[in-house]
């Protein structure tokens, strides 16, 4: 039996995604973390035909609306490589108190591991119009203005918002759809 009804309904369109720090661990709050995961989305970008249309990362979790070919497959391998490389992250620099916890909230059946990263799934929501992206875009560039960290969304360095006021931002995105 599946653990989420969530589903990717289309693979030819975009689908909103959040993706969540176990237990909402503060794992993003360090440049070298967040480049994992943009690193992570550049790959995918280059070998897979991975489509970003939006994106932030918050210190505990990351919305995207992102397509491709297969998108459960390429969030899969996203959030199992860029897991390997947080905890490889962790270990080197000694963040002994962050592990515990991500070993302490490891769910019983993930026995494969020793910490887990990722809260399970991704809740994927298909973006079937034109007003549906506007609304989830804007949702995602005013989260970090809604937490009371920046006063604009294009203030915030981990997001598209900068992207779509016409600066350059951290990672190529989509604008057109």
Known sequence: MPRTRYRVLDKTCPHFLTATANH????FTRTETVDIILDSWRFLQREA???IYGYVILENHLHLIAASNDLSHDMQRFKSYSA??????LEKHHAAGILELLALFKRAHKTESTYQVWEEGNHPQLIASEEMMRQKLDYIHQNPVKRGYVDLPEHWRYSSARDYAGQKGLIDIVQAW
């Open 24 to 27: 909402w661990q503060p794992l």
């Open 84 to 89: 390997k490389r947080i905890i490889s992250y």
């Open 49 to 51: 035909d991975f489509k």
